[in-house]
């Protein structure tokens, strides 16, 4: 099956830092990536929606300038939390979608922890 | 708007029993969904999901669920309960199964007892 990647698994940083989160498809290419948030013991809220060389499209209350998303190919999309705090400590979860697929296929998380 | 509630935050079995999870929608078009598993610290993965085609929905590790449009309702089932299957369990809804966005119900923790 379609496997989806993350890098880091899981990262600390200084309040006020900039981190990077990589998600990439590895088998299959993906036009749309999803980015998701997830609080401990709660559901995913859906972030943001990317699509391969355009512009992100944000969910309702998400900062697009706090959350940057690139999609620069069809393998590879970037999450960076800009200027971090500790409330933004959580659990990132990315999907990818193949061009002419019907699922979502989940990435492993990367759990970010702002000091 | 489309919504998923999922009654019960938590439930317990014992190794077994059946396992029962309940998922109700909301949709003013005919939905698509899903049954997502996730172990702790770790992705979602999919269980099963209703395409309307067939109303019984056969997925991985002995689950299964049933579209009842009457009921709204997308309840997960399994014969029997195994220790593995302690996890947390999200419902999902999507207007399109071309991969739309998918909105998550708030999830079940299944807990299983020797």
């Known amino acids: 099956g379609a496997v989806v990647s993350q890098h880091p698994s899981r990262v600390i940083c200084k309040s006020g830092t900039s981190v990077k989160i990589e998600c990439r498809s590895l088998?299959?290419?993906?036009?749309?990536m999803f980015w998701y948030r997830q609080f401990p013991k709660q559901s995913l809220m859906l972030m943001a929606t990317?699509?391969?060389?355009?512009?992100?499209?944000?969910e309702q209350g998400v900062e697009k300038d706090k959350f940057l998303i690139n999609h620069a190919s069809l393998t590879l999309s970037t999450l960076t939390v800009t200027s971090a705090h500790p409330e933004d400590s959580s659990f990132y979860i990315c999907s990818a979608r193949e061009p002419q697929g019907d699922e979502q296929y989940f990435g492993p998380g990367t759990r970010l922890t702002v000091t | 708007a489309q919504s998923v509630t999922q009654l019960g935050s938590h439930v317990s079995v014992s190794e077994g029993a059946l396992v029962l999870l309940r998922c109700n929608y909301s949709?003013?078009?005919?939905?698509?969904l899903f049954w997502y598993v996730q172990y702790p610290n770790q992705g979602l993965q999919l269980l099963l999901k209703?395409?309307?085609?067939?109303?019984l929905v056969k997925g991985i590790n002995g689950f299964e669920a049933e579209f009842k449009k009457s009921e709204t309702s997308f309840h997960l089932t399994k014969p029997s309960a195994h220790m593995s299957d302690a996890a947390e369990y999200f419902c999902a809804v999507s207007l399109s199964y071309s991969g739309g966005k998918l909105i998550f119900g708030q999830g079940t923790e299944l807990s299983v007892k020797p």
């Open positions: 209703y395409t309307s085609a067939a109303t």
């Open positions: 088998d299959f290419q993906a036009t749309t």
């Open positions: 990317s699509n391969e060389g355009s512009k992100a499209t944000y």
């Open positions: 949709s003013s078009v005919p939905p698509y």
